[in-house]
T-cell receptor, first 115, second 109 residues
Framework: EAGVAQSPRYKIIEKRQSVAFWCNPISGHATLYWYQQILGQGPKLLIQFQNNGVVDDSQLPKDRFSAERLKGVDSTLKIQPAKLEDSAVYLC?????????????FGPGTRLLVL | QKEVEQNSGPLSVPEGAIASLNCTYSDRGSQSFFWYRQYSGKSPELIMFIYSNGDKEDGRFTAQLNKASQYVSLLIRDSQPSDSATYLCAARYGQNFVFGPGTRLSVLP
């Protein structure tokens, strides 16, 4: 079974530029998450999709971040304009959430450095 | 506000010893709890989950859950240098997962 795919793996941009990340979840997983993980901290949920609908985006800085999951499969996360504090690893995860023990599976992440 | 707390460490143990990692959670509504291991520069990978009070064993790992105390722990027996990583505790609330900050474990040869 193929895992969660993300691209790019690394990105360096200057502040005020825009950037986009792509995620392809495990086949058949209805739930998709985007997390931001700052060095030394645990992952922080940015947005959660169930199929192509948003379940939770309460921690998404909506003035600069946007995300979509068209057709309920792939997803993109965009930052525009980027700030220095957006430097982090952006993790995409997916889950089928069938059963109390069902977990989420993480992609390799995208490391973003904002200069 | 649902929160998960962990001691950030670093926790240092000698090779072959038992490493004990602890986690507390603020909201009793959680259904299940997960331990992830994260190597430096890598994404989190699941070690095990627990949802019933008591102990759950999987190889060298034992998860313990005490819902009355809102406490979860992970014991690693016969610790190896390859166990050196950050261990993340997560609580699941419905479809949401809330992560702790992680505990950095260092196993000394």
């Amino acid at each position: 079974e193929a895992g969660v795919a993300q691209s790019p793996r690394y990105k360096i941009i200057e502040k005020r530029q825009s950037v986009a990340f792509w995620c392809n979840p495990i086949s058949g997983h209805a739930t998709l998450y985007w997390y931001q993980q700052i060095l030394g901290q645990g992952p922080k949920l940015l947005i959660q999709f169930q199929n192509n609908g948003v379940v939770d985006d309460s921690q998404l800085p909506k003035d600069r971040f946007s995300a979509e999951r068209l057709k309920g499969v792939d997803s993109t996360l965009k930052i525009q304009p980027a700030k220095l504090e957006d430097s982090a690893v952006y993790l995409c995860a997916s889950s089928s959430l069938e059963g109390v023990g069902e977990t989420q599976y993480f992609g390799p992440g995208t490391r973003l450095l904002v200069l | 506000q649902k929160e998960v707390e962990q001691n950030s460490g670093p926790l240092s143990v000698p090779e072959g010893a038992i490493a004990s990692l602890n986690c507390t959670y603020s909201d009793r509504g959680s259904q299940s709890f997960f331990w992830y291991r994260q190597y430096s520069g890598k994404s989190p990978e699941l070690i095990m989950f627990i949802y019933s009070n008591g102990d759950k064993e999987d190889g060298r790992f034992t998860a313990q859950l005490n819902k009355a105390s809102q406490y979860v722990s992970l014991l690693i027996r016969d610790s190896q240098p390859s166990d050196s990583a950050t261990y993340l505790c997560a609580a699941r609330y419905g479809q949401n997962f809330v992560f702790g900050p992680g505990t950095r474990l260092s196993v000394l040869p």
